[in-house]
């Protein structure tokens, strides 16, 4: 007899964590005497570190941080141990009152570049703000098609080359990738 | 009491079988109908936003949602980038047309859980989605078939403008557009770019390609987010940081990578195109396995349709079929899904039988496809 995985056994989107709503890397399975408990979790679930090594979530917080786990927000409510569980934050003051466990956790779970991790007390965002206006040219896409086509030439394939400089040229034909500036650039210009 | 309860399981009933969504999207515009791209079959554009003075959605009670949405209403009619928009709350979409939802903006956030206190704006375009209240207040997103990151980056900046001329976005200096998840704060932007990719896969490359790139700021994954499951051969490439990087970074990056990839698959292509019999013998039974699969199956599984559609579209590449074009099958990626497939026949349907409704939709639409090997 074969068997037949139906579409409702199929899980059309991955599994999340039980706790913290990532998508699940560990399924963890314990059995106590008769009763057999399965559970899934994300790679750095505090659930998980509880399950191995018998600690709550609270007291893995207090022992990640040295601290004891009361710091809240006073605004939304939010604790430090739900944001050190990957719970959602509350609210913008949020961002104020865990900044430090905030910028820590992007380094950790590689969510900032590289060039910005020395960078603390600095300010990291760097692209719009609100209310500027955009306006990105076809300059970058003209970068990357000549990039390509440099590579195409080194390996000689010249068929894919023409291709790319029929692109180059219809881009630059239209002459639209000439950099504008953003118009926050264009303020700091005039100063 | 109680016959109150009765008649809104009997709205709530009919609103399950009568998928009153679809109707506009198999009749009107629809990005995915025209869409004849060998390779880059699409990108996904997405912004996350908050509004200032309210808590985020998650510490946030349902009648405050509400308000939400309605604080919106104004500038969302008022818009001159949406072409007719509507407003749909959650509640009142069945749990197949959200589904529906996923799949035709090919989201990686699922909007099963959305409930009342939410809701979704859709325009005419079809290119179009605006997500208030899941995660975030305002979640936009925008579908591209044209290759064209950044066009679709000023609409969708100027439609997140023009619904923010009452509002004000939650924004502190340092770590830019607020988001309840402070992964995506920063830009808040995130760029997908969905490649077919078949060839580069066979020959293992794809490791090589991006080790040559050395481009950090790009992760891919699967149809369904696992970068270990890829299906159809469609990989999607997508940014890592929306922190510490500028939204023309972000589209360089990408849109930088997509082209790499795209020459090397044609190359890959043209290569095997005119290799000789030897060389040629493991595509070709690929894809004379994927006519057989696709056109005599009686059941088939989502998954399995995909794989075999994608060696169909190196099949028809490589000039070894006939009678179906590239817009054909790269539509039928998405119809064969499964809401698309429910929402299409438009009636209830148990589980077990759609897998053979699938074989049969998918017989109906390449009837006339012929394997010349």
């Not at chain 1, 399924?27 to 994300?42: K, Q, W």
């Not at chain 2, 809104?8 to 629809?30: C, D, I």
């Not at chain 2, 908050?50 to 919106?72: A, C, D, G, Y």
Request: proline share 4%; glycine share 6%; net charge neutral.
């Amino acid at each position: 007899m074969f068997e037949r995985k139906n579409d409702h056994q199929i899980p059309d989107r991955p599994l999340e964590c039980s706790e913290c709503k990532k998508p699940i890397s560990v399924r963890y399975t314990e059995i106590v005497g008769d009763m057999i408990t399965e559970i899934h979790m994300c790679a750095d679930c505090p659930e998980l570190q509880k399950r191995l090594h018998g600690t709550s979530p609270r007291e893995f917080v207090a022992e990640q941080t040295g601290n004891p786990a009361g710091l809240e927000c006073g605004n939304c409510g939010t604790t430090l141990e739900d944001v050190k569980r990957g719970h959602l934050l509350g609210c913008s003051i949020c961002y104020t009152v865990f900044e430090d466990v905030l910028f820590t956790e992007m380094q950790t779970t590689n969510r900032l570049p590289p060039k910005m991790i020395n960078k603390k007390g600095h300010p990291l965002h760097i692209g719009r703000s609100p209310g500027e206006t955009s306006s990105v040219t076809l300059s970058s896409r003209l970068v990357a098609l000549d990039e390509a086509l440099k590579e195409t030439l080194s390996r000689e394939d010249y068929e894919q080359a023409a291709l790319l400089r029929d692109q180059i040229k219809e881009i630059t034909e239209k002459g639209e990738w000439k950099e504008k500036g953003t118009p926050k650039q264009k303020d700091e210009e005039k100063k | 009491m109680e016959r109150k309860r009765d008649s809104e399981t009997k709205r709530r009933r009919k609103k399950m079988t009568a998928h009153a969504l679809y109707p506009s999207f198999s009749n009107g515009q629809n990005p995915w109908y025209h869409n004849a791209n060998p390779i880059w079959l699409g990108s996904t554009l997405s912004i996350h936003r908050n509004l200032e003075k309210f808590h985020f959605p998650s510490k946030l009670p349902v009648e405050k949602r509400k308000q939400i949405i309605s604080l919106f209403d104004r500038d969302v009619l008022a818009s001159q980038s949406l072409k007719k928009p509507q407003v749909y709350k959650a509640e009142d979409l069945a749990p197949i047309e959200k589904e529906f939802l996923v799949e035709h903006f090919l989201s990686q956030k699922s909007f099963q859980q959305a409930l009342a206190g939410e809701a979704f704006l859709l325009d005419e375009s079809k290119e179009f989605l605006g997500v208030f209240n899941i995660k975030d207040h305002l979640y936009l997103h925008l579908v591209d078939s044209r290759g064209e990151l950044e066009n679709a980056w000023s609409r969708l900046a100027k439609i997140e403008s023009e619904l923010s001329k009452s509002v004000s976005f939650a924004f502190s200096p340092k770590f830019g557009f607020l988001s309840s998840d402070s992964g995506e704060c920063g830009t808040g932007l995130h760029v997908t770019a969905f490649l077919h990719i078949p060839m580069i896969l066979h020959a293992n490359r794809l490791q090589d390609i991006l080790k040559k790139n050395k481009e950090d700021n790009i992760e891919y994954s699967g149809l369904h987010g696992d970068p270990h499951d890829i299906i159809g051969d469609i990989v999607a490439f997508h940014n890592n940081y929306t922190l510490g990087v500028t939204e023309e970074n972000i589209l360089r990056s990408i849109y930088g990578l997509a082209t790499k990839l795209v020459i090397e698959e044609s190359s890959l292509r043209s290569h095997f195109k005119q290799a000789n019999e030897n060389e040629q013998a493991e595509i070709k039974d690929k894809v004379s396995r994927a006519y057989g699969i696709l056109l005599h199956s009686y059941q088939i599984e989502p998954i399995e349709a995909l794989h075999a559609l994608s060696w169909l579209k190196i099949g028809l590449e490589m000039g070894w079929l006939s009678d179906t074009t590239h817009e054909e099958i790269n539509q039928l990626f998405f119809s064969c899904r499964r809401a698309h497939l429910l929402c299409y026949y438009g009636q209830k349907m148990i589980p077990e039988e759609i897998p053979h409704k699938r074989s049969e939709f998918i017989h109906i639409v390449l009837k006339k496809l012929k394997l010349l090997i």
